[in-house]
């Protein structure tokens, strides 16, 4: 297909070229504010102020939301694609990209946070909002709008569904079609609640997910402890090495571990994309400053648990075994917990999922309303209800595809507006520096 043949194209090396120079360019327009503000962003995080008010939801509610939607099976099963592609060298391409991935996040938090507005069902900010500003902007608004929704009812209901179905029958042996049921009744109740429940559930999921990934996957790593300079080297030649890769797909190891890398990257951290941006702009502007600094723990965090994976898989020796996908994740957690390596991915998958099936409840409930002026709520509730069975009982390989070419037109948008904007965030910034914290 000819949609397949740009996105590759594009995924080749025309976006990680693009990102790179995006990055860059706001590195130097906030003078390196994912250094200079690196420490305080986690103590905005560790030291949460504010509160929700009315239909607002408090910064520190959408940091979590966010970190729920973002930490999906994309950080795991993600990951070990782009091992098996690319290599160990993967891991030193996403550290690099990280950094430009963290000044991206911070600029579209900053422009949905200073450029808010309110609607019938509370406040509202995003590329729906910010990119009305730019050339373009009003056709852009309803393209980004529709694009990210489509995103959730692909990438979130149908995949994570999938992926958590598969999970729920291996650890249980329950019928998948009982286990599609049961999720169509627990995104019902979810979306029945309104955005309060979605960011209450998302509270609870996502130090629940860290915790235990951290569990997991630091036994492996300190299990395999004695092999972690040999990993590190292995990355660092792979990252940059014109040899051929042994042991997965034909190619330059630099070519692959960028190719199938960047891509699996960004779609993990979901920096550049909008979706934290339309979270964070539900806090109603209330402190730009707070959340935009804020927002950059989420890529580091997202970006810690990637290098993490690649770590455990280089280190534990499965990297190199043919596997990919899933019985990669499975095959490293098992040489150290042996058969219950399957158990452990399994509720990784599962955790990692529900997370990212709630979080973005919220975010493809704001798409909604917004092309259709706040009307017929019930119809995307079901749309997005029916997302889960659907996924639960299907093959959804066919639209992995359709995600890469999603993820794409999405930073396309949003970046395009971002740096549109850059010199009005750049002069709110310059003023907000001269503020205390």
């Not at 929700?52 to 910064?59: M, Y």
């Not at 964070?280 to 209330?286: D, L, S, V």
């Not at 993490?308 to 499975?330: C, D, E, H, I």
Request: glycine fraction near 10%.
């Amino acid at each position: 297909m000819i949609i397949n043949t740009v996105t590759d194209y594009l995924w080749g090396w025309p976006m990680p070229v693009f990102l790179s120079i995006a990055g860059l360019i706001i590195t130097f327009a906030f003078r390196f504010v994912q250094i200079r503000y690196f420490f305080t962003s986690w103590r905005y995080v560790l030291s949460p102020k504010g509160s929700a008010q009315g239909e607002e939801i408090s910064p520190i509610q959408a940091f979590l939301s966010t970190l729920s939607s973002t930490l999906g099976n994309g950080s795991l099963v993600g990951m070990a694609v782009a091992m098996y592609a690319g290599g160990p060298g993967g891991a030193i391409w996403l550290m690099i990209f990280g950094l430009f991935a963290m000044p991206i996040r911070f600029a579209e938090v900053l422009a949905s946070s200073i450029f808010t507005t309110k609607t019938e069902h509370g406040m509202r900010g995003g590329p729906m909002v910010y990119l009305a500003k730019v050339p373009g902007g009003s056709a852009l608004t309803y393209l980004y709008a529709f694009t990210c929704l489509l995103f959730t009812f692909v990438g979130s209901g149908l995949m994570q569904c999938n992926s958590m179905t598969g999970g729920l029958t291996a650890l249980t042996g329950v019928d998948a079609r009982i286990i599609a049921v049961i999720m169509l009744i627990f995104v019902v109740y979810i979306l029945l609640g309104g955005s309060k429940r979605i960011v209450r559930f998302s509270e609870v999921i996502a130090p629940l997910k860290v915790l235990l990934f951290i569990l997991a996957t630091g036994s492996v790593i300190v299990m395999f402890l004695p092999n972690l300079f040999s990993a590190l080297k292995l990355m660092v030649d792979g990252a940059f090495s014109s040899q051929a890769l042994v042991g997965g797909l034909a190619g330059h190891m630099m070519q692959n571990a960028i190719r199938f890398t960047v891509p699996n990257f960004f779609n993990a951290t979901e920096a550049g994309l909008g979706t934290a941006s339309v979270l964070f702009g539900a806090t109603g502007g209330k402190n730009p400053k707070e959340s935009s600094i804020m927002s950059m723990a989420l890529v580091f965090t997202t970006q810690v648990i990637c290098f993490f994976m690649f770590l455990a898989f280089t280190m534990s020796g499965t990297w190199n075994s043919g596997l990919q996908q899933t019985p990669l994740v499975m095959a490293t957690y098992a040489t150290v917990f042996g058969s219950l390596g399957e158990i452990i991915a399994n509720i990784l998958s599962i955790l990692f999922g529900v997370g990212v099936l709630v979080g973005y409840a919220f975010v493809g409930r704001e798409c909604w309303l917004f092309l259709t002026r706040g009307r017929w709520e019930w119809i995307f509730m079901v749309i997005y209800s029916l997302m889960a069975p659907l996924g639960a009982l299907s093959d959804v390989s066919f639209v992995w595809s359709m995600v890469r070419t999603m993820n794409a037109a999405l930073l396309i948008l949003n970046v395009y507006g971002l740096l549109y904007l850059l010199p009005v965030m750049r002069k709110w910034w310059k003023n907000a520096e001269k503020k205390p914290a």
